[in-house]
């Protein structure tokens, strides 16, 4: 996909609402919901996967159901300026680090950490410290979701043995 921003119509953006809320929904239940055929419906989806507007299908599951029991939120603190690709090359040897992104303010980045338990997370923790260029982390465990249908709420791969 390139970097402009993708043209899509109001018939797209119907079906990629209906597809967020649910994306086993058949092409021909979104049709009869916004007047188009499960064809015209694929069609689109086809076009709207191929420009890279969707990127793929998944499954929302309880983290606790795959062993996730525990999850936090961590600040990362970098000794000079640590460019995006190394700390990339960092959250992606820690399968716990569900989703990683660079930020403004004091920190450098931000981690969502999912573990087993509490143990399990301050391994993580201590793992993600070792790094040379890390300087300190600062953490906030969550004790619930506001918004428990949000993707933030969900697991996308099982804990670790």
Known sequence: MNSRAAQFDELDRKIIT??????RTSFAEIGAAIGLSATAVKRRADRLRDT???TGYTATVKPSALGWRTEAYVEVYCD???PPRRLTEVVRNH????AAMTVTGGADALLHVRARDVEHFEEVLERIRTVPFIRKTISVMVLSHLLPDSPEAGATHPAPE
């Open 18 to 23: 209906a597809l967020m809320a649910n994306a």
């Open 52 to 54: 890279g507007v969707i």
């Open 80 to 82: 000079g300026a640590a």
């Open 95 to 98: 399968p716990e680090i569900a």
